[in-house]
């Protein structure tokens, strides 16, 4: 019985000595597409709209590009690479890129989901940020034998498949945690209620000017954005980037053990910050106010806070740049148990909380050793010596 070749054997027989590097400009066509706004969008309608967002922004009666075409997000999640299997519109802060001969679609997938970082580390520091054009056409790519691009596709797929059914998994734990939360979160006991104004200090996040070099040299005071979230998850007590003090304004920093919550671009994210911090303008900071702070558990809003994620999802303005219904936002309603009761709410969401995101135990834990595995093969495979020609 005829064996199937390895990946080493492909390689050491169809290009022992490298292979030719090709600006991806030349190899691909890359081609932004079209604009459509959120009043045009229909949830009845069939095609989803991909956008600077890592998933769908809504729904469209029309398509612009096929199943099986790499994107990569030009504004917001500027350097995002995506591979949408299903006809779809694109949105026009999107690239599509569309290889042409001697390029395997999904190899190109890879290979620029392998250099996900290095894009978006390309973006600009404009409000929002973008990624030049240039930056993904001048990005040079190793163009091996079409059966050695299908052979690392084949592996990839295989790895893929296999993190794909831990991460069924662990969204099947996670839906039953929500459910419980809710059921927990939710009473129709006669308890106290207060509207979110009545309970929180707001604090409007701004983005100090990237102009003043003084503003971010040397920085020591905490400075978040949606990036924290994605990177560090909810509960956060440190950020990616910091602010020198002379840019701050005003009032100086906002509290420890606030809440932030996105009301506008990636709506219905939180989360509880426990260091005194400043945000970006994509998120309000709400602090308890002081009369309160002795019969409320800032845990306990923080967990009843995915409650209001959702509210936020259905009450937003209309408009192409999405935004929180901030008048009804202020007035939602939050009912609040005595103080011994939100902290055994707390005490048991914690635990729930920790067997589905807790990335040292149990299903998390090995879901991070796939990832990491997976990564590192990835590189391993997509990384070519370059014959010059």
């Known amino acids: 019985m005829k064996t199937q070749p390895t990946i080493t ?7 022992p000595n490298g292979v030719k590097f090709s600006e991806l400009g030349e190899v691909a066509q890359i081609k932004r597409g079209q604009r459509v706004t959120k009043s045009q969008l229909k949830a009845e309608s069939k095609f989803p709209v991909y956008s600077g967002g890592v998933t769908p922004m809504g729904y469209f009666e029309e398509t612009n590009q096929p199943a099986n075409t790499v994107t990569v997000v030009k504004y917001g999640t500027a350097g995002f690479v995506n591979f949408i299997k ?3 519109w694109a949105n026009d802060v999107c690239y599509c890129i569309k290889p042409k001969k001697d390029l395997n679609n999904k190899y190109l997938f890879y290979y620029l989901k392998c250099k996900q970082e290095y894009i978006k580390s390309q973006a600009t520091n404009a409000i929002p940020a973008h990624l030049p054009t ?5 990005l040079k790519i190793p163009i091996p034998p079409l059966e050695v691009q299908q052979e690392i596709v084949k592996i990839l797929d295989s790895f ?3 993190e794909a059914e831990l991460e069924a998994e662990l969204e099947v734990r996670r839906k039953q945690y929500e459910h419980y939360r809710s059921k927990l ?12 104004e009545k309970i929180f200090n707001f604090k409007n996040g701004y983005t100090p000017s990237k102009a003043k070099y003084e503003y971010w040299k040397n920085g020591d005071v905490p400075w978040f954005r949606m990036e924290d979230i994605r990177e560090n998850g909810n509960i956060l007590n440190k950020s990616i980037q910091l602010v020198n003090k002379i840019g701050v304004k005003g009032k100086g920093v906002f509290p420890e053990n606030s809440i932030i919550v996105a009301t506008s671009a990636t709506i219905g994210e939180h989360a509880l910050i426990t260091i005194p ?3 970006n303008q ?3 900071s709400l602090s308890i106010k002081d009369e309160l702070k002795q019969k409320i558990n800032i845990k306990f809003l923080f967990y009843y806070f995915y409650l209001v994620d959702e509210w936020c999802l259905k009450n937003t303005t209309k408009s192409s740049f999405s935004s929180v219904d901030m008048v009804g936002f202020r007035k939602f309603q939050i009912p609040l148990p ?5 902290e055994r709410i707390v005490a048991i969401l914690d635990k729930f909380d920790m067997l589905v995101n807790d990335i040292s135990v149990g299903l998390p834990a090995e879901l991070k050793a796939r990832r990491q595995q997976y990564e590192h093969y990835r590189a391993k495979l997509l990384s070519f010596k370059e014959v010059v020609q």
């Open 9 to 15: 054997t492909l390689i050491s027989s169809l290009c």
């Open 86 to 88: 299903e006809d779809f």
């Open 134 to 138: 240039e930056v993904i056409a001048n």
């Open 160 to 162: 893929t498949e296999l």
């Open 185 to 196: 979160l939710i009473t129709d006991e006669d308890v106290e209620i207060l509207s979110i």
């Open 277 to 279: 911090h400043l945000t």
């Open 282 to 284: 994509r998120f309000v």
């Open 338 to 342: 005595p103080l011994s009761e939100q």
